[in-house]
């Protein structure tokens, strides 16, 4: 399978995430402020999070085994062997199957994720996150260091163990917007990752594991997108875990939740646009858009609650918003629905998930028929009639048969019978949504869910039978269809990721437009320099580094070996890569009698995005120096500028430089007072 791409953008243990009563772990280091939560600590998430990993390498244990019994079954040509090999490839995929059906069933433990408080609502779906294995990018780290920086990788150390810190920790995110932050922290370090490491010419032999969110099938990448996208897909998870916990009795709590299932959604979907050929299925463009449209109709059921709790009268005009809301809702739900009856997800959706949104669909529609029987029944003539008529003519998705729907709302007769046949038809729906219900085993033992259905169904009975009457035997006729709509439209937010500020864990390694993986270095150099009464014979240009713009032929400078084109890395033994231009000379000046050794290195040619940015560099005044030095710290500066880590093909050819021997430099032309002669 190809390995997945990101274009134009930088792109848990699942259950890990905790909640508030759980316990956080503290980073024993100063390297970053983030927090993860105590994986040993015995709540109802953190157990269920062990229950997961458990199955996960079981199922990563089976799936092995069946790989080699079907490589020696393809090989043999002994019928003897082929029929051993048969029976447990047998037995391989029936535990295969049991460890499926036990890990799909703690995929719909609904229940851990809830509110505790004791209002009655509909549960939400929320996504358990996806698990990884622990990585160690030490020695694959300090090698590349060694080799392509030319520096002593023990000196980085505290940076290693700093990033590997704060890998595990985002293993294991609490469910606030701290444990988002770290995901957002660890998502924003890949960034400089994959700039500082990772090249075209050289893969750095990190393999990264992570499982699929709802089969537990394992997945393994060298690409550091994989990593990415799996951060970003936990992101979007941790999302709807919080939106799910809300107490959604208050419209505090409601607008908490529909914040949070819009920023699910979009996390997802800006995974969807720019994440291809992934090895998971969760991961898949289908399974993406599944889970965008389940958010947003979490968010349009959200909407309606916040409506209804907001609803204290009971007005016509008020029952029927309330009618052609829970319409809406319905009508968004039966959109998931199909998304998970698709060819591909049929079979991966759990069944628990299919029939939630089922029973949403069923439940919500009977809720729509229940408040126009009542906006019907209810009404008595109020003030406002013209409102109230042009309302009831927007109700329908069609016109119905029979007398104009204006006579209708002027007899109260018609009235009664039409609000009849709507709670006939919300009776019917309500009765569905408690079949569908209850073919689903753990469905049915969701007491909330239980109790919400019966309640609704028991409503619209007995509001049934109020209007029945003994002398009705006229057939009940069939209510039309409600005309769904919203007054408040669903939004899809993309993930910011300049909200949280990171600093480059590697930043000793020099300024990133520079000394960055995809640059070409010669080997360090030492050079002396004495000063005479002409100087050091050299002219400098820029910093953060600082570029040897020339020498003076004969000089001091060239004598000893300095060449034009050149980096100032250190000045006697003092980096200098983030050293300001004032800085430097000053530095050269103070030198003594015996001179100055100034280490320098020099950039060879390389990826053509590099060699401009390094020019730009040489022209730009001191803005440049704090560009790299925190992720989305500069004013106004958007996220995507920030993202942006698509590697083009094509790196050779540019006429933006003007080589001399193995450097590059611009003509003396384009010097401007940033350059000076010492």
């Not at 007005?315 to 319905?330: D, G, K, N, P, W």
């Amino acid at each position: 399978m190809e390995e997945p791409t990101i274009r134009e953008f930088e792109m848990s243990l699942s259950d890990g995430a905790s909640d508030d009563d759980e316990f956080p772990l503290t980073l024993p280091t100063d390297g970053s402020i983030r927090k993860g939560c105590d994986p040993l600590a015995q709540t109802q998430r953190s157990k269920l999070q062990h229950r997961r990993a458990r199955i996960n390498q079981q199922i990563n244990k089976e799936m092995r085994m069946r790989a080699g019994a079907e490589n020696l079954f393809r090989a043999t040509t002994n019928n003897k062997v082929k029929e051993t090999v048969a029976l447990e490839l047998s037995f391989v995929n029936s535990n295969l199957q049991l460890l499926k059906e036990e890990l799909e069933e703690l995929n719909s433990n609904m229940e851990v994720y809830q509110t505790d408080s004791e209002a009655v609502n509909v549960p939400m779906i929320p996504l358990g996150l996806k698990e990884t294995k622990e990585v160690d990018v030490t020695v694959a780290i300090k090698d590349f260091i060694c080799e392509h920086y030319g520096e002593d990788s023990f000196l980085y150390d505290k940076e290693i163990k700093d990033l590997m810190e704060l890998r595990q920790a985002m293993r294991t995110p609490s469910r606030n917007q701290a444990g988002l932050e770290l995901l957002m922290e660890y998502y924003n370090q890949l960034y400089y990752l994959d700039q500082r490491f990772f090249s075209v010419q050289r893969n750095l032999g990190v393999h990264f594991h992570w499982y699929d969110s709802l089969t537990g099938v394992p997945s393994c990448q060298r690409a550091l997108a994989f990593e990415k996208g799996s951060v970003l897909f936990n992101i979007g998870a941790l999302y709807t875990q919080i939106g799910a916990r809300q107490d959604r009795s208050a419209t505090a709590g409601i607008d908490r939740a529909i914040d949070a299932f819009q920023r699910a959604a979009g996390a997802f979907n800006y995974l969807k646009d720019n994440f291809s050929n992934a090895p998971s299925l969760d991961m898949s463009s289908p399974s993406l858009c599944m889970l965008v449209r389940l958010m947003l109709a979490q968010v349009q059921e959200c909407v309606f609650e916040r409506i209804t709790l907001t609803t204290q009268d009971t007005h016509f005009t008020s029952q029927l918003q309330l009618a052609q809301e829970a319409a809406r809702v319905s009508d968004v739900y039966l959109l998931v629905q199909q998304s998970m009856t698709q060819p591909l997800m049929k079979d991966y959706v759990p069944f628990s998930w299919a029939s939630m949104v089922q029973v949403k669909s069923e439940h919500f529609r009977a809720l729509s028929h229940y408040y126009a029987a009542v906006a019907l029944c209810d009404h008595m003539g109020e003030e406002g009639e013209e409102e109230a008529e042009k309302a009831f003519l927007q109700l329908y998705a069609s016109v119905p048969a029979g007398p104009p729907l204006s006579q209708v709302l002027q007899d109260p007769e018609k009235r009664r019978k039409l609000g009849k046949a709507h709670l006939r038809r919300a009776v019917i729906r309500h009765e569905e949504a408690l079949r569908v219900h209850s073919l689903c085993k753990i469905l049915r033992k969701m007491d909330i869910l239980q109790d919400v259905l019966s309640l609704t169904h028991k409503r619209s009975l007995d509001k049934y039978s109020e209007l029945d009457r003994e002398d009705d035997f006229d057939e009940t006729a069939e209510a039309p269809e409600i005309q769904s709509h919203t007054h408040q439209k669903t939004d899809i937010i993309p993930p910011d990721f300049s909200t949280v500020q990171v600093t480059d864990i590697f930043q000793r390694l020099g300024p990133l437009s520079v000394f960055c993986a995809r640059a070409r270095w010669g080997p360090m150099r030492v050079i002396c320099l004495q000063r005479r009464e002409g100087g050091l014979g050299l002219t400098l240009r820029g910093d953060s580094p600082v570029l040897v713009a020339g020498v003076v032929p004969g000089g001091c400078a060239e004598e000893a070996g300095l060449r034009e084109g050149d980096y100032i890395v250190a000045v006697d033994g003092k980096d200098c890569k983030w050293a300001k231009h004032g800085e430097v000379v000053h530095m050269l000046k103070s030198c003594s009698d015996r001179g100055v050794e100034i280490s320098v290195v020099t950039l060879h040619s390389h990826d053509t995005q590099v060699e401009r940015r390094a020019i730009m560099l040489s022209l730009c005044s001191d803005k440049e120096n704090t560009r790299h030095h925190l992720l989305g710290g500069a004013k106004g500066q958007s996220s995507a500028s920030l993202l942006n880590w698509n590697r083009k093909k094509k790196r050779e050819g540019s006429g933006l430089t003007k080589r001399l021997g193995s450097a590059f430099s611009l003509s003396f032309g384009s010097i401007r007072d940033t350059e000076a002669m010492y």
